[in-house]
């Protein structure tokens, strides 16, 4: 393309991007019929002005030829006499000053108006013609406001104030401009001089004609001019202000338009324009255009009270714009908003179903081609293609808005080109799919959505020249933009979009969800007293009756016609339940106790009772109808084998499968003697009975089995005063080293020597510890005086203490948010180096909580600990879970020692163990070891150290010390 050639091209995205950021008026420059003076209003001072100042002043004989005067930095009083800077309010529009005691008598030649932005005064003085007196002006606006007056609607109105104004003003052409949501035009009315033909009226002029900076600045300065569009601009004499801000034009009636925009108005052949702006509740509705298409310039220049009386007529056709445009819409309203109140005071029932309802008896007053509700996942839809939807056309339009409302996070979207920019489709029926949607979602309820929907509308636009074109001219080889040179009439036919929504099809969703909003409440509160009904007397996750209906059912069967001679109570519960639940998680979980509920359910006839009391236990309530007790516990057995047998089938969900069994309890008794709390606590001790004796299994409930839980409660007693007084003690047994022949360890064990009681077995008050949540207390006592211990012997020999101390820990205490800080502690009071503690542990920890395990465990090893894997191999580890695990020795478990001499697998076992623990480089203790053969085995194998009774019981300390840390059998000699 050579330089200064131009031709249509298709405007891009970004070319209309560039078009809206043009500047709208010609930066640092004034028409030139006129001249500016501008004030710094602290200091009264002048920091800029026109450069025609003194050339106006020649050509008025203000002053003479060949004179200059100083006007940077002279008084505002020079210009403007005796203002007072208080009357002029900061962006409030123009005022008129009274400039007969100005020092150049300028109140022959010129008028003077004032407007003010900050704290800039800008003084405009513009030629003075001949003027209209206040009552001449009023006289005209009251005639113009009779004829505008008459409008029956908004066609005669438009048209009434296009003619008003061009009788007034005298311009060849006035248009009534109406702006589109998009930012485009349409004149909708237009009044000509004689001589001039209707040219543009029903055609449309693109947004970029307007741009949004422009459309902006009329709600701040309604009325603009330009007397002569060839004028060359008048430069300030600088346009940047002391403190480095550019001087704001916006309010000057003088400025000059921008380069682009006077290139427009050539184009269309104007050569003096002016507009003003018609608002509707605030916002700019529309423009008042007039084109001259002569200049207009003093004398024939609109004058002052000219300016004033067009934008006084604008303030008054806006006012009678508003009831013109709400008349319709309010008859609409009203009506709309009555149909949608009767269809919901007509539908009280309070459950999902009323929307459905409601949407039927509203929708054919809401003139929209289909309205949906969404509520909770349900979609009630009414379509002017299917007046009854079907459940599968439902889900489908569900599905579609749900996409519409996720990638939109908008409270109210809105689109009339759905088809064209969203990948959503959503349909009316096979042939035509939706154009448009308006859909509401509010953050009070976002469960709840309603949305209207639009079909195609098939429209024609008449554009004045091709839309969406720009003329593209090369300068110095540089693209430049340039506004189109043509406005013939050019038809487009829009296809794929709905009718834009309006301000009443949104304040109308609005209504419709508030109401929606009403009846949701009131649904949720019917629901929730229905779900508390039901939580009062139902398990909301099994659905079976809970705890507080067994009340009800004994006085239902009381009250009964039923005989009811006797009944059975069976305690349930789910063996390994805890594991399964952390393992496979709580929603796996839950699975496993729906399917046992439904089971059990099945399981027992229509008059017994299956309830859930809590976690993984279930208590079921069969009825008998014989007097033999011995009878019942008979059949009361054969139901729980039963369910023992239904419960231990595989229960699968997604990709786990799960396998577990219960322990069951089983209590018998008369009706008449059956009180419902002793029963269940008897049960539940059966129960405990069972799990003792294996899981898996039923306990029939006798008197003897409550001695027992009354003897350990006692023991329970008895073991809380032993920890409080000190009596448990800790025995030592040595741990041999194959290598060196020595003893090289010790492994801590706990021993209660009860004075009355005598010795209790550490497995009966361990586990007891654990069951009833001591077992820390215990464990810190045990490791505080092992630590008491070492102290001891080391005070005593005179020797630093070498070799490893084993104490085991539970999973209990390694998981007490207390137990690092006990350790250290203990290991600080006595002096004790950490690096002699060693810490058993099981698997059974890391299956618990792997990752908070791993965290306790390498936290205690910075201080020195190490730690050893106790009994390994019978836990849930495979070989190759070892390398994962941070831990310094392994520890063989004794069931497999014990029997490796006469059981291949055992000895496979041992040795695999053996092998793998050498390549990680890990220590191996084997435990149990009793006799030569056993170790001859190990020390072939390549077993580091052994344990057990061949080697020495586990001794009390001042034992172990004489016969191994004060002699030569100990590591340290």
Not at 384 to 394: G, M
Not at 731 to 742: A, E, G, L, S, V
Not at 919 to 927: F, G, S
Request: with cysteine; charged share 25%.
């Amino acid at each position: 393309m050579v330089d200064g050639t131009s031709h249509e091209e298709k405007i891009t995205p970004e070319q209309a991007a560039q078009c809206a950021q043009e500047q709208i008026q010609y930066i640092g420059s004034i028409q030139p019929y006129g001249f500016v003076i501008v004030v710094d209003i602290e200091t009264q001072k002048v920091i800029t002005y026109s450069e025609n100042v003194e050339e106006m002043l020649r050509h008025n004989k203000v002053i003479n030829t060949g004179e200059k005067i100083k006007i940077m930095g002279s008084s505002m009083s020079d210009w403007a006499g005796k203002l007072d800077l208080d009357s002029i309010p900061a962006h409030g529009g123009h005022f008129q000053v009274d400039i007969q005691t100005s020092k150049y008598s300028l109140a022959t030649e010129w008028e003077c108006l004032a407007s003010r932005i900050g704290q800039c005064l800008t003084l405009e003085f513009l030629p003075l013609c001949k003027s209209e007196s206040s009552q001449e002006i009023l006289t005209k606006l009251d005639k113009m406001v009779n004829n505008i007056r008459g409008a029956k609607n908004l066609s005669e109105l438009c048209d009434s104030v296009a003619e008003q104004f061009q009788h007034h003003t005298e311009y060849h052409r006035v248009m009534i401009y109406r702006f589109m949501p998009d930012g485009s035009g349409e004149v909708v009315s237009e009044s000509c001089a004689a001589g001039f033909d209707v040219r543009f009226l029903g055609m449309r002029f693109p947004a970029e004609d307007i741009p949004k900076q422009a459309r902006e600045l009329y709600k701040t300065n309604s009325l603009r001019v330009m007397a002569d569009v060839d004028a060359v601009p008048v430069p300030l004499v600088t346009n940047t202000l002391p403190d480095g801000s550019v001087v704001d034009q916006s309010m000057s009636i003088l400025r000059s338009m921008s380069l682009m925009h006077v290139a427009y108005l050539k184009n269309m052949g104007v050569k003096a324009t002016l507009s003003s702006a018609l608002m509707y509740e605030g916002e700019l509705w529309g423009l008042i255009a007039c084109h001259h298409y002569e200049r207009k310039v003093p004398p024939t220049y609109m004058v002052s009270q000219t300016k004033i009386s067009c934008e006084l007529f604008s303030e008054i056709a806006s006012s009678y714009l508003a009831p013109s445009l709400n008349i319709d819409l309010m008859q609409r309203k009203l009506t709309i908003k009555h149909e949608i109140d009767l269809a919901f005071i007509g539908n009280k029932a309070g459950s999902h179903g009323d929307f459905q309802t409601i949407l039927q008896q509203a929708f054919p007053h809401l003139g929209y081609d289909a309205v949906g509700i969404i509520f909770d996942g349900d979609c009630a839809l009414q379509s002017v293609e299917d007046q009854s939807v079907s459940q599968s056309q439902e889900l489908k339009w569900y599905q579609s808005i749900l996409e519409v409302i996720e990638s939109n996070q908008e409270e109210l979207y809105e689109s009339c080109n759905l088809q064209k920019t969203s990948n959503i489709s959503i349909k009316f029926s096979e042939s035509e799919n939706v154009a448009g949607v308006l859909v509401l979602r509010s953050k009070l309820m976002p469960n709840l959505i309603v949305f209207f929907a639009a079909k195609e509308q098939i429209s024609r636009i008449a554009w004045a020249g091709k839309p969406d074109t720009v003329s593209i001219v090369i300068k110095n080889g540089e693209r430049h933009l340039e506004p189109r040179s043509s406005f013939a009439l050019w038809n487009q036919t829009v296809r794929g979009e709905s009718e834009q929504w309006s301000e009443l099809d949104k304040e109308l969703i609005h209504y419709v969800y508030e109401k929606c909003l009403e009846r949701a409440i009131l649904i949720r509160n019917n629901m929730q007293r229905l779900e508390l009904y039901n939580s009062a007397y139902r398990d909301p996750l099994t659905k079976l009756h809970n705890r507080r209906y067994i009340d009800i059912y004994l006085e239902n069967l009381r009250c009964g016609h039923e005989k009811v001679l006797a009944i059975s109570l069976l305690f349930i519960d789910l063996d390994n339940f805890k594991r399964i639940n952390d393992f496979y998680g709580h929603s796996v979980g839950d699975e496993l106790l729906k399917e046992s509920a439904s089971r059990l359910l099945e399981s027992v006839r229509a008059n017994d009772l299956v309830v859930r009391i809590g976690g993984d236990e279930f208590i079921v309530m069969i009825v008998h109808s014989f007097d033999d007790i011995e009878v019942n516990k008979t059949i009361a057995g054969t139901i729980a084998t039963k369910f023992i047998k239904e419960i231990a089938k595989p229960v699968s969900s997604g990709e786990c499968q799960m396998v577990t069994t219960p322990s069951i309890g089983i209590v018998t008794k008369p009706f008449d003697e059956f009180i419902l709390e002793e029963v269940m606590q008897d049960a539940d001790i059966a129960m405990y009975k069972a799990k003792q004796a294996g899981k898996n299994k039923y306990h029939q409930f006798d008197d003897t089995d409550k001695l027992q839980v009354m003897e350990e409660g006692q023991l329970e007693i008895e073991l809380r005063m032993g920890i409080k007084h000190r009596t448990v003690d800790v025995y030592f047994q040595p741990q041999f080293d194959f290598k060196t022949k020595k003893v090289v360890g010790t492994e801590v064990l706990a021993r209660w020597h009860h004075p009355t009681l005598g010795f209790i077995s550490p497995e009966r008050f361990i586990s007891l510890a654990e069951k009833v949540g001591i077992i820390n207390e215990l464990g810190s006592l045990i490791f505080e005086k092992v630590c008491e211990t070492l102290r001891e012997w080391a005070d005593k020999s005179g020797k630093p203490l070498v070799g490893t101390y084993s104490i085991n820990v539970s999973l209990l205490q390694l998981f007490d948010p207390q137990f690092t800080d006990n350790l250290i502690d203990s290991t600080y009071k006595f002096n004790i180096n950490p690096n002699l503690i060693r810490l058993e542990i099981t698997e059974s920890i890391f299956i618990r909580d792997f990752e908070q395990a791993i965290k306790i465990i390498i936290k205690l090893k910075k201080y020195g600990f190490t730690f050893s894997l106790d009994d390994f191999g019978t836990g849930y580890s495979s070989l190759s879970y070892l390398q994962k695990l941070p831990v310094d020795e392994v520890k063989i478990d004794k069931s497999f020692v014990l029997t490796m001499t006469e059981d291949n697998t055992s000895l496979t076992m041992v040795s695999s163990i053996i092998d793998l623990c050498k390549k990680l480089n890990l220590r191996i203790v084997a435990e149990g070891v009793e006799n030569s053969m056993q170790v001859t085995l190990l020390e072939g194998f390549g077993c580091n150290v052994a344990q057990g009774f061949y080697f020495g019981k586990p001794m009390p300390r001042f034992e172990f010390f004489n016969m191994f840390i004060d002699s030569e059998n100990y590591a340290a000699s």
